[in-house]
Nanobody, 123 residues
Framework: VQLQASGGGLVQAGGSLRLSCVAS????????MGWFRRAPGKEREFVAS????????RYLHSVRGRFSISRDNAKNKVFLQMNSLSPEDTAVYFC?????????????????WGQGTQVTVSS
């Protein structure tokens, strides 16, 4: 069972990136999915999550209105659209599969983690 995140890169402040995460080995269509990030010198933090059906999403306060999480269960993928990026968004972004169907926010509610993709926002 693997989660593979991609789509990171270097972008100027104000720009956009779309992260993708694809699951292989099994389907996560019945699980909530999430994105976390770890900025340099900081602890990993919750960014966004979505429930199994894609109806309910939750966001870190500082990204609400700029980031949008979505999923395509037919393709076993989850996405994070990031707009109006700022240098404070620079981090390694991780996707994760939840233990249950709802949109969780705590790391302990996620059981499978991807390897991370680097997002760097220049000022």
């Amino acid at each position: 069972v693997q989660l593979q995140a991609s789509g990171g890169g270097l972008v100027q402040a104000g720009g956009s990136l779309r992260l993708s995460c694809v699951a292989s080995g099994r389907t996560f269509s019945n699980n909530g999915m999430g994105w976390f990030r770890r900025a340099p010198g900081k602890e990993r933090e919750f960014v966004a999550s979505i429930d199994w059906h894609g109806d309910n999403a939750r966001y870190l306060h500082s990204v609400r209105g700029r980031f949008s999480i979505s999923r395509d269960n037919a393709k076993n993928k989850v996405f994070l659209q990031m707009n109006s990026l700022s240098p404070e968004d620079t981090a390694v972004y991780f996707c994760a599969a939840g233990r249950r169907a709802f949109s969780a926010t705590s790391e302990s509610d996620f059981r499978v983690w991807g390897q991370g993709t680097q997002v760097t926002v220049s000022s």
